[in-house]
Structures are given as structure tokens and as C-alpha cells.
């Protein structure tokens, strides 16, 4: 059994261990659109599924946004959400890094060379989700968030969030809901 509770800096604690899905959110660091194409936005997806499947967990629901993600999930059965976040994050920012590298004009180097670059902001914000009726909430503002900030005039036509999978049943980058992995344990609401 896993720590339920893992202490972080400024009083902020993470609960692990009672099977709980968990809403993250993470932003770019200062919030800079970062993931404000559709090629960032696709790369995070693969890295996301790369993600999901070496530590097995279940992508409950997902949305990328120009400066921001919301993401869904189980507990992953090896290691902690932490661990997935931190190796999310990582291979990420390691490729975006790695392609603006690539895509520099040699005679700017010095430039670049003295200042570190961040993608990601260092902390993300965790809400353990253990009834239905949070699952459905937290889906509904995932999925309406494009809408609601003006990117799109309905949750279908944003093709970097999990709403075509339920909506359209199509099968994206990441997959969605993936029962083999494990069954998910959400409390019904009391009556």
C-alpha cells in the first residue's frame, strides 16, 4: 500500500492510495502559450499515451489548451500521479526543447546559451475525484473549456480533448476510459 498522503512544501499535501481518480491541472510555465499549436498540442497527446501506458493507468478524460491541461485519471499500479506528472511533464518539455534546438539560428547561440528555459510551471494542482457526480462534473468543465474560452463554438471541434471519444466513440493519440488496465473504483453518491 502506498502512502495516502505525500507532504509537500507550504502545508500542500497529495492524497494517494484509495483508488481515487484525480483532476489535474498544469500549466506552462508563466503561463506562456507553449502548447498553442496543433503540432505542440499533438506531441504532448504521444508523450501522454507513451505516459499512460508504461505506468498503467487510466486517462478518465484529458483537454490541452494554448497555455494549460486538464487531465482525469486513475492511480497509476506502479508508482504515485506525481511520478506520472513529473514524467509527463518531462518528456515533453525534453522534445519541445529539443525541436527549438534544432530550429535555432547558429549565429543566435549565445543568446540561449547563459539562460535555462522552462516549459512547465514547477507545481500542478491535484483534486482527488471519488463520486460520479464529481467524474461527470469535472469531464463537463474539461470538456467545455475550449468552448467556454473561445476557441471553438462546440466541444467536438476541439480535437485535443478526450469529448470526441465520448461523444464520437473515436479512438484519438491517448486512450480513453481503457478498462484493461484496471477497473475503477468510484463511490456512488449516498442517497
Same mark, same amino acid.
Given at each position: 500500500?502506498?502512502?495516502?498522503?505525500?507532504?509537500?512544501?507550504?502545508?500542500?499535501?497529495?492524497?494517494?492510495?484509495?483508488?481515487?481518480?484525480?483532476?489535474?491541472?498544469?500549466?506552462?510555465?508563466?503561463?506562456?502559450?507553449?502548447?498553442?499549436?496543433?503540432?505542440?498540442?499533438?506531441?504532448?497527446?504521444?508523450?501522454?499515451?507513451?505516459?499512460?501506458?508504461?505506468?498503467?493507468?487510466?486517462?478518465?478524460?484529458?483537454?490541452?489548451?494554448?497555455?494549460?491541461?486538464?487531465?482525469?485519471?486513475?492511480?497509476?499500479?506502479?508508482?504515485?500521479?506525481?511520478?506520472?506528472?513529473? @514524467?509527463?511533464?518531462?518528456?515533453?518539455?525534453?522534445?519541445?526543447?529539443?525541436?527549438?534546438?534544432?530550429?535555432?539560428?547558429?549565429?543566435? @547561440?549565445?543568446?540561449?546559451?547563459?539562460?535555462?528555459?522552462?516549459?512547465?510551471?514547477?507545481?500542478?494542482?491535484?483534486?482527488?475525484?471519488?463520486?460520479?457526480?464529481?467524474?461527470?462534473?469535472?469531464?463537463?468543465?474539461?470538456?467545455?473549456?475550449?468552448?467556454?474560452?473561445?476557441?471553438?463554438?462546440?466541444?467536438?471541434?476541439?480535437?485535443?480533448?478526450?469529448?470526441?471519444?465520448?461523444?464520437?466513440?473515436?479512438?484519438?493519440?491517448?486512450?480513453?476510459?481503457?478498462?484493461?488496465?484496471?477497473?475503477?473504483?468510484?463511490?456512488?453518491?449516498?442517497?
Amino acid at each position: 500500500m502506498r502512502d495516502y498522503s505525500v507532504g509537500m512544501r507550504q502545508n500542500l499535501k497529495r492524497y494517494y492510495g484509495a483508488g481515487h481518480l484525480h483532476f489535474i491541472t498544469c500549466s506552462c510555465y508563466r503561463r506562456q502559450p507553449f502548447l498553442g499549436t496543433p503540432r505542440r498540442r499533438d506531441l504532448l497527446l504521444t508523450v501522454l499515451e507513451q505516459v499512460r501506458k508504461r505506468y498503467q493507468f487510466v486517462v478518465a478524460g484529458y483537454v490541452v489548451m494554448p497555455e494549460h491541461i486538464h487531465l482525469l485519471i486513475s492511480e497509476p499500479q506502479k508508482k504515485t500521479p506525481s511520478t506520472v506528472m513529473q @514524467a509527463l511533464k518531462l518528456g515533453f518539455a525534453r522534445r519541445l526543447l529539443a525541436q527549438a534546438k534544432r530550429n535555432r539560428n547558429p549565429a543566435q @547561440a549565445v543568446l540561449f546559451a547563459r539562460s535555462p528555459q522552462h516549459v512547465w510551471q514547477r507545481r500542478f494542482y491535484d483534486f482527488n475525484v471519488w463520486t460520479e457526480h464529481k467524474r461527470i462534473e469535472k469531464l463537463r468543465y474539461l470538456h467545455r473549456n475550449p468552448v467556454e474560452r473561445g476557441l471553438v463554438a462546440s466541444p467536438e471541434l476541439w480535437r485535443w480533448s478526450s469529448f470526441r471519444a465520448y461523444f464520437l466513440g473515436e479512438a484519438g493519440r491517448v486512450r480513453v476510459n481503457d478498462s484493461e488496465v484496471l477497473k475503477m473504483t468510484i463511490r456512488p453518491l449516498p442517497h
